[in-house]
Every structure is written in C-alpha cells, then in structure tokens.
C-alpha cells in the first residue's frame, strides 16, 4: 500500500516547511535578515502503463497511461533578497544599504565574508569592525582626535579633526554584488561567503550603477512579514494533519483486510 510511504514524504516536507517557517518568525528582529521560503518537487513516478505506448499491432497510441507518484521532496530553500525596512539609530557607525549590495568582511583567517548587517563598531586601532570584530574591508581607520566620523551616500568615510577646517578622509567602503546573490553561503552571524553558484564579487562604490548607495544611522531590519508567516504555518500544519490522515486511512484498509474470513 504505498499511500503510506507517499503520505509520510508528505508529512515530512511539511515537517521541514515549518522549520523554515519557524527559523523566519526567530528572526523577526535579527538584523537585515532575509527570510527563506520552501520548494517542493515530486519523486519519481511508477509507471504501469507508459504514456504513448503502443496498445495493439495496428499501431494506436495509449493517449494518457497510467502514472503513480510516489511522494513529494524538499528541492530548495530559497533565500528571499528583498530590501527590509529601514530603521533609524542616530549611531554614528550604524549603516544601512538601499538597494543591491553586501559590505566586504575580512575574517580572521584572511577570508572574506559579504553581509548587509551594518551594525559596526570602532575597535582599540580606530578600526571600523563587526559586533564580533571583525574589520571592514578597505582599512578603514579613524584617528583617536577625530571628533565627529561622516559616511556619505558613496561609502566614503569622513572624519572631523580637532583644529581642523576640512574634513579629512580616512577610507572608503565598498560595496559587492553578485550575479545570483541567493547561491551565497549563509555563514551565520548574518554573514555570507561566496559559492559557484552565487558567482564571483564584483566590488562596486556604493550610488554606482545597478548598486545601492549607504544611509549613515540606519539599519536594515529583516523582511519577515509575520501575518505571511503565521498563514504559511497554519497551511503547513493542516497538510500535515491531512498526511497524517492519509496514514490513519491506510491503517485501517489494512486493518480490514486482516480481519477478512
């Protein structure tokens, strides 16, 4: 009886959709998170009677045939790249990117790492860093008699010396793109790092064509949309329910059978 098997693939795939579902309402609040959304296929199928096969010698055709499918399966989970809410901080080192783009990390080990979570921090150096200290790509250092730092649209960073009439600049952020930002690897820690499938970065000033341009003050929330969450869990749940009754179904036409005189 494969509805048995076919209903537990069932159960199953919704089983991981809310996972997914749950992992998007965590991160309601975790900056510039992007929400992911399930894809399913289904398996292969049990052929009794093939589609087109030959069903006398006169050479007639059997229009439809006779197919089985054999359950559902998790193909992908795509990660959704849309702009989150802006929300504004008045941190000095607080940066948002409206539209296309990842800030560059350089990572202990030399590597890089892409993320758009622009809650940085200046380290003991003057150094521009992550939450977890890891420094911006560029060197971006701010001298200790700077009084006042300005980021501008184009990622520039501009400091305000004691004593000094013009603004000095002490680095530049750059900002990368990718032909198919969804085949980044997530990382964690809101970071990223570049696949085969994501393609090479090409590293762009912010404002530029095709790149977003930098909000000094503001961050980037995630895209979550709680109302579209909770329909999605409530879906999920009621096909799993169904799955399960399928199996319940199942059981109790076995059942019947045994009882057979």
């Known amino acids: 009886m494969k509805s048995l098997s076919i209903a537990a693939t069932g159960m199953l795939a919704q089983q991981r959709n809310v996972e997914v579902v749950s992992n998007n309402l965590a991160n309601m609040n975790t900056t510039s998170y992007m929400r992911r959304r399930t894809e399913f296929h289904d398996l292969l199928y049990q052929n009794l009677r093939r589609v087109g096969s030959t069903s006398s010698d006169a050479g007639t ?49 030399g590597t890089t790492a892409y993320t758009r979570d622009g809650t940085f921090q200046m380290n003991g150096s003057g150094e521009l860093v992550t939450h977890d200290g890891f420094t911006v790509a560029g060197g971006i250092s701010v001298p200790e008699d700077a009084i006042d730092v300005t980021v501008n649209s184009s990622g520039e960073v501009l400091a305000k010396i004691q004593g000094q009439v013009a603004l000095s600049n002490v680095g530049q952020i750059q900002l990368a793109t990718f032909p198919n930002p969804a085949g980044l690897q997530a990382e964690g820690g809101n970071m990223f790092t570049e696949t085969a499938a994501s393609g090479a970065a090409t590293t762009s000033t912010a404002g530029s064509a095709g790149v977003g341009s930098i909000l000094q003050g503001f961050l980037e929330t995630s895209n979550v949309n709680a109302v579209e969450e909770i329909s999605n869990l409530i879906s999920a749940q009621r096909a799993y329910e169904m799955n399960s009754k399928v199996i319940q179904t199942s059981d109790e036409m076995m059942g019947t059978l045994t009882q057979m005189r």
């Open 61 to 109: 055709v059997v229009p439809s045939g006779v197919q089985i499918g054999l359950g559902v399966k998790l193909a992908a989970v795509y990660r959704i790249h849309a702009q989150g809410n802006l929300t504004a901080t008045d941190n000095t080192f607080d940066l948002a990117i409206q539209g296309n783009g990842f800030f560059e990390i350089t990572k202990p080990d």
